[in-house]
């Protein structure tokens, strides 16, 4: 849907939200279940932010003076999350798995048909491995006190009659979603900067606007869909009830109605005076992601974290994205150069 207006109305009409999200589809039987869970998910990551912005001084270091990206920023965000995905208590195994999903590309749809297959070779193990666990998990549940990682939030928000494997489905899609949104968020920002600043000082931007300018220029996610409540016309066309009308973020963030220069990647939008135009990087409406603020501040932080005490430089890569149900940045190289100490007070002082 490319007029802005109607694909706004889609989005924030409470007309397309009496069901239930597309989001979690079928696997939740209402959407008061779907809140319940998406705020469970998102209290549980929200107290993590602390633990999150002490860890990534030392992942960012791991990743060495030259890191291969996008893969390293899903990473990074899983480096510094794994005790809120997964508490460590849970069984090695375990952690073994999902860490290895994580680096075998489990958190987007890959470009190539070599690393789907890859990936779809380590699912079968990995969903056995955490349905096994889960039915340990609901045993535990009526002693568990507050959720400990994102799987007790699924665990202690899903519906009585939930099964096992539905539990794991919700696990896994939540996971995917945390790692891969972020990480590939986390990608772009440090991409398009790069691009878009010569080598040498710091980029001239605020992190918040430019976190906030890529989300624009490249957001992740390519399509939001809303189910037609019943049989209407809409936009001079007719369609069924159940029918799902597609709303595109980066058509809506490149609107030239609605934006000054979209096409231009611009931090500096975002310190003008005016009101932006459409922007739904995690959608919008009643169905806007629980965790929209948390993800932003998990951006931010590993961007500032990466720029903390370096200079960032850009080989390779361009910002044509890659399309694969998800908006993937091309391959490209990152360079973290030592910074003098007067040019680290300069970048903490933005």
Request: proline share 10%; charged share 20%.
């Amino acid at each position: 849907m490319r007029d802005s207006d109607l694909a706004l109305s889609v989005l924030q009409d409470p007309a397309f939200h009496t069901g239930k999200s597309t989001f979690f589809g079928d696997m939740l039987p209402s959407r008061t279940a779907q809140t319940a869970l998406g705020r469970a998910v998102r209290n549980v990551m929200r107290a993590h932010l602390p633990a999150y912005r002490q860890r990534l001084p030392e992942a960012a270091a791991e990743l060495g003076p030259v890191s291969q990206w996008p893969q390293a920023g899903p990473w990074l965000v899983y480096r510094c999350t794994a005790d809120a995905l997964m508490h460590p208590d849970a069984p090695s195994e375990l952690h073994r798995l999902v860490a290895k999903a994580v680096k075998g590309g489990l958190t987007a749809r890959q470009p190539h048909m070599w690393q789907r297959a890859r990936v779809e070779a380590l699912r079968p193990a990995l969903l056995a491995t955490i349905t096994e666990h889960v039915r340990i998990r609901r045993t535990e549940a009526a002693t568990a006190g507050e959720p400990r990682d994102v799987l007790d939030a699924v665990v202690g928000a899903s519906p009585e009659g939930t099964t096992d494997r539905t539990m794991t489905d919700l696990y896994v899609l939540l996971l995917q979603s945390i790692v891969g949104n972020v990480g590939y968020a986390l990608a772009w920002s440090l991409l398009l900067a790069g691009l878009h600043h010569p080598p040498g000082p710091p980029w001239p931007w605020p992190t918040e606007s430019l976190v906030r300018e890529a989300a624009r220029y490249r957001p992740f996610v390519w399509m939001v869909g809303r189910p037609v409540p019943h049989a209407l016309e809409f936009g001079g066309l007719p369609f069924e009830r159940d029918t799902i009308l597609s709303v595109s973020p980066y058509l809506l963030h490149h609107d030239a109605h609605r934006w000054d220069r979209p096409e231009l990647f611009r931090p500096e939008r975002w310190d003008e005076p005016g009101e932006p135009g459409p922007y739904l990087p995690f959608s919008s409406g009643p169905f806007t992601c629980a965790g929209t603020a948390v993800a932003h501040s998990l951006i931010t932080e590993a961007v500032t974290a990466l720029a903390q005490g370096a200079r960032l430089t850009i080989g390779g890569g361009d910002a044509r994205p890659l399309v694969t149900g998800s908006v993937l940045p091309r391959p490209f190289t990152l360079r973290r150069t030592p910074t003098s100490a007067v040019e680290t007070q300069a970048t903490e002082g933005r």
